[in-house]
């Protein structure tokens, strides 16, 4: 089926959605990283409308600009009382006709709360509406429960003649299991005129979209219904529950897509991955893993257990293990967690570590260099090759101002150290345990900041008497096992981690 271009697509986006109960309008509710709306809008702009018209009332103050963010040339339709939906698309077609100088055409109607609407299925309706010569197309479909939805009536010929909003139908009627999604195909001459005529006597008091069906039936125009077998592209969220049911079924279609494509999910009830992500073939997520907003993760990455990455880039053959990232990049063949946290700005580089317990924050590690336990690197750079201690901390704020540190290139760094920024640490420099770094460290120094240790002899036994520590103390001093020579007083404490060592 070929579909002519439509003249508009009208959504239909100005009701309060009080069964949300939310402060936050229904149609702005996120579904796999989007908006219901986002969703609804892409259906949308599949069947390339000449106009996009969204009807907006209540909460325009947010639904008008999430909207144009997405569609910067739709045309909002200000629905100032909401009198229902037959309302909402007499104010759409009073805002095409300004706009276009023109309602001749095709126009779809849909509302902003099927977000799994997809835009083939769109397509799919206008052709087959086009194709048939009608004046409306209701795209229906039969479900087990049909409670809350309007009733497609039929004659015994099959014909569409009416669509019965549930509150308004007999038992008879409320039998019916076809039901209307609430998207139409319309001709939109017709339309224009349908939409003066319907009346609000039913029990809502409302103007009815769905009444346009008989009013077409009435004059003898074609009326037909397009069925879709897929049912729950039809499905509205009104409530909570019906939007976590909604989001479930759409993350299950967009993990099935996935795994066609070579990426390996190895447990899709615990694997979260919004819409607008991107995954390579022969990727690997492991159970427990959300990846969401606009990730990308390349070819042979394993993400997970356990691990929730927001906006971030993965590079070829990384492994991120129950770790959070937001808007980091992290290099090819590098490795991540467990129990890391990357915020915003953080650059790892290709085959580079940040491993247990380190969060990093606007830093860019280098090619090959490790932050491997239990640091905060945060405003800084670090050069390739490097290896930071472990326990390192970059002091980036003073109380007033945040502050850069710079180490270069295969710089060895003892443990526990603190970089008091702003300072630079040279290519091949090396600091000693428990250094805290206030001034520049030339390339290939090595710099200490800790004293000699000082021992004095025989303090316990002194100081606290009568204690299990003094008498741990004594018993230790006549076995003779205290041979009170201590350690050369050492410039340098020993680092404690073989991946932490210091000079
Ligand atoms: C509507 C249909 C029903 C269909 C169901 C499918 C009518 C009368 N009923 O019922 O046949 O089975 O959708 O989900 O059309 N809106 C406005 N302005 C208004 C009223 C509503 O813009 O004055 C918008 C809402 O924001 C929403 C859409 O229209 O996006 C549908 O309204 P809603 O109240 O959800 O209609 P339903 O009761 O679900
Ligand atoms: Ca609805």
Redesign the pocket.
Same mark, same amino acid.
């Given at each position: 089926m070929s579909a002519p271009r439509p003249v508009a697509v009208v959504v239909?986006?100005?009701?309060s959605?009080t069964r949300m109960r939310s402060k936050t309008m229904? +149609?702005l509710h996120p579904v796999c990283g989007r908006s219901m709306i986002g969703h609804v809008l892409t259906a949308a702009l599949h069947v390339e409308p000449e106009h996009l018209v969204a +009807?907006v009332?209540h909460g325009r103050e947010q639904v008008g600009p999430h909207i144009l963010e997405q569609v910067p040339d739709a045309l909002l339709a200000v629905?100032e009382t909401?009198?229902?939906?037959g309302?909402?698309v007499r104010v759409a077609i009073d805002t095409l006709r300004a706009a276009a100088g023109t309602t001749e055409g095709v126009v779809v109607v849909m $509302?902003?709360?099927?977000p799994l609407m997809r835009g083939e299925t769109l397509s799919d309706l206008v052709g087959d509406h086009a194709q048939a010569g009608r004046a409306v197309t209701v795209l229906t479909a039969e479900v087990p429960e049909p409670s809350?939805?309007?009733r497609v009536l039929r004659d015994g010929t099959g014909a569409v003649t009416a669509?019965v909003?549930e509150k308004d139908a007999t038992p008879e009627q409320a039998a019916v299991r076809e039901?209307?999604? $609430?998207i139409y195909a319309f001709d939109g001459s017709f339309l224009a005129d349908a939409v003066a005529r319907i009346s609000n006597d039913n029990a809502k008091g409302?103007y009815?979209?769905?009444d346009v069906v008989s009013i077409a039936h009435g004059d003898g125009h074609a009326v037909g219904a397009f069925r879709v077998d897929d049912v729950v592209q039809t499905e509205?969220a009104?409530d909570r529950a019906q939007l976590a049911g909604l989001a479930a079924e759409l993350n299950r279609r967009i993990l099935d897509r996935w795994m066609r494509d070579g990426v390996t999910v190895v447990d899709p009830t615990t694997t979260w991955v919004d819409s607008d992500v991107t995954l390579e073939a022969d990727v690997t997520l492991l159970p427990g893993v959300q990846l969401l907003g606009t990730t990308v993760v390349a070819e042979d990455a394993v993400i997970g257990p356990d691990c929730t990455l927001k906006d971030v880039e993965v590079g070829r053959g990384a492994h991120v293990v129950r770790s959070h990232g937001e808007l980091a990049v992290i290099g090819a063949g590098a490795s991540v967690g467990p129990f890391s946290y990357l915020r915003p700005g953080t650059e790892l580089g290709a085959g580079g570590k940040i491993g247990g317990f380190v969060e990093t924050k606007n830093a860019r590690i280098g090619d090959g260099a490790k932050v491997p336990h239990l640091s905060y690197i945060g405003d800084a750079e670090i050069g390739e090759g490097t290896n930071i201690g472990a326990g390192t901390i970059v002091a980036n704020y003073d109380g007033q101002a945040k502050h850069r540190t710079t180490v270069g290139r295969h710089a060895r760094t003892g443990s526990n150290n603190t970089f008091v920024a702003p300072v630079e640490i040279g290519d091949g420099a090396a600091t000693g345990g428990g250094t805290v770094v206030r001034e520049d460290v030339p390339p290939g120094a090595l710099a200490v900041s800790a004293g000699p240790q000082r021992v004095i002899e025989g303090w316990t036994e002194r100081r606290r008497p009568g204690t299990a520590m003094a008498e741990a103390a004594r018993a230790a001093r006549e076995d003779g096992r205290d041979d009170s020579s201590h350690t050369e007083p050492s410039e340098l404490a020993h680092d404690g981690d073989a991946e932490g060592q210091s000079p």
């Open positions: 239909l986006a100005a009701g959605g229904k +149609v +009807v009332g629905q909401q009198d229902g939906t309302h909402a $509302s902003g709360d099927t809350g939805y309007g669509i909003e039901i209307n999604s $609430s409302e009815y979209l769905t509205g009104n």
